[in-house]
């Protein structure tokens, strides 16, 4: 069994500093990078493409509306041609950073606000898929289960990859609570178990206490979650115990 794990990263900005980057690397194999209207600044991009060529992780954007005050999780109105502009946008300038170190766009994962609208709105999950797929047809779009964006993304012929979450309660409906409930991050070995079940059974218990269905393609730990970085290797271990190889999404999606 394989699965592959990702991470938000490069989400520092000037003299903030956000994250654990350095640390999380090496147990990660997708690294989604904040292309400055959320977070991140063109210093803070260069230097995360840097660090994921270093340890051989696949870089993807993190594109999300123009919100920096609010980190990108306030709705903005915005129409979908805007919404198709911004991810474009974004998206380009960090093909600018990955070009300097001969490396691909692999994926694209949008942040925050616009990732939730997208798990609804289809005319949101059709823009943003419309401006990757002009952009580069081979990217990879990360995608919560049952989703607009991945439901739409297939098809259209789009790939989409089924994305779950280790620090985040599932709902019933597939998507996540954008804060984190149920139990604390002190509990590495239960929440790493968590994300083994989602992997090989394709379960997972809801914040209402029910078990839904899951396809977990790839698992997202945040970096800025505080013990992320024990957690992360919890995981890894435990995914590795199970003999389930972390692997870069390509590798699944092929």
Same mark, same amino acid.
């Given at each position: ?124 999950? +059709? ?31 789009? +790939? ?7 620090? +985040? ?86």
């Amino acid at each position: 069994m394989k699965v592959d794990v990702n991470c938000d990263m490069g989400e520092s900005f000037g003299m903030y500093q956000l994250g654990n980057d350095e640390e999380m690397m090496q147990y990660i194999t997708s690294a989604n990078i904040a292309c400055g209207y959320h977070a991140g600044d063109p210093g803070t991009m260069r230097k995360t493409v840097e660090l994921a060529k270093e340890h051989e992780v696949h870089i993807g954007a993190h594109p999300a509306f123009p919100d920096l005050m609010g980190f990108g999780r306030r709705q903005l109105d915005c129409t979908p041609e805007e919404i198709k502009d911004y991810v474009s946008y974004q998206l380009g300038a960090l093909q600018g950073f990955t070009k300097q170190y001969g490396l691909p766009v692999a994926h694209c994962k949008p942040h925050g606000a616009m990732y939730m609208r997208a798990m609804e709105d289809e005319k949101t999950a +059709r823009a943003i898929l419309e401006a990757i797929a002009s952009i580069d047809e081979n990217i990879i779009v990360f995608a919560m289960n049952h989703s607009a964006v991945a439901d739409l993304g297939e098809k259209i012929g789009i +790939r989409v990859a089924k994305e779950t979450y280790s620090d +985040r309660e599932h709902t019933e409906t597939g998507s996540i609570l954008m804060t984190r409930k149920g139990p604390t991050i002190k509990d590495y070995d239960m929440m790493a178990e968590r994300v083994v079940r989602m992997v090989k059974e394709g379960k997972v218990t809801a914040d209402t206490g029910n078990d839904i269905s899951v396809t977990a393609e790839t698992v997202c730990i945040h970096g800025d979650t505080p013990g992320a970085v024990e957690l992360a290797k919890t995981i890894h271990h435990l995914l590795k115990k199970n003999e389930i190889n972390v692997t870069p999404i390509q590798e699944i999606l092929k």
